[in-house]
């Protein structure tokens, strides 16, 4: 890890421009992530990578999932990433290493092991019968923070914004690393994540302890989002989109 390169982007991020004034409109910025990952040497004296490990996923059992892509070339059953090129050609691509910016999103996992993660989160930061998130600290992750207004441009599914406005959702918020949105009359909480070649989504209905996750080696592509809210259909019965 490269935590001088991490540092300076982090000194020059004062140098961006603003989109708003404060508090005034919704910006996604992965470099707040960053800052947010900062936090944990500092406070602890622990890299990133190793409190994830130690007080996250040895701790669920994710014992495959890894916080760099470095691992994944002496690892058997890997998928491989893969971009659409001209004339919608699908191309395999190279792993995309982000480790100066991990926290914002350079975990890999697989579904089975993604769903111990749900598993805590539904379980209201249980796991296994051992508490490892206060529930307090949970439930305001789970919290809005910030309002997404319903501008016209979230009005279509792309791959890019399909997340924030699924037809028959009302509102679109975003509390501490999720998107917070409301779907059959249900809370839902729900995060997508994207790479060169690799897409995956995260959704979880936490009052029918109901959690899915679509892990995808395309990008761009629906599919993940569509089989999200698929299964919600299926489980919540009824007609299906």
Not at 2 to 17: M, N
Not at 109 to 129: D, F, N, P, V
Request: some cysteine.
């Amino acid at each position: 890890r490269t935590v001088g390169r991490a540092i300076r982007c982090l000194e020059r991020q004062r140098f961006l421009g603003r989109i708003a004034s404060f508090r005034a409109a919704f910006g996604y910025n992965n470099n707040m992530f960053l800052a947010a990952g900062q936090i944990i040497p500092a406070v602890t004296g622990t890299s990133w990578d190793d409190f994830v490990r130690t007080r996250i996923l040895e701790p669920l059992g994710m014992r495959r999932t890894r916080t760099s892509t470095k691992p994944l070339a002496s690892m058997d059953n890997v998928a491989t990433p893969h971009a659409i090129v001209d004339d919608y050609q699908v191309i395999p691509v190279p792993w995309h290493n982000i480790d100066n910016i991990a926290p914002a999103g350079s975990i890999n996992s697989s579904a089975i092991e993604m769903a111990q993660w749900m598993r805590l989160q539904l379980a209201g930061g249980t796991y296994g019968g051992k508490r490892l998130i206060a529930s307090k600290t949970l439930a305001e992750l789970h919290e809005p923070q910030t309002i997404i207004p319903r501008e016209p441009w979230l009005s279509t599914l792309s791959p890019v914004n399909h997340q924030l406005m699924i037809p028959g959702s009302h509102f679109s918020l975003y509390g501490m690393g999720w998107f917070l949105q409301d779907y059959r009359g249900r809370k839902v909480v729900i995060h997508g994540g994207a790479i060169d070649g690799m897409r995956a989504m995260v959704g979880m209905v936490p009052e029918e302890r109901l959690g899915v996750v679509a892990l995808t080696n395309l990008n761009p592509t629906s599919a993940d989002i569509a089989i999200v809210f698929r299964a919600f259909d299926e489980y919540f019965g009824g007609a299906t989109r």
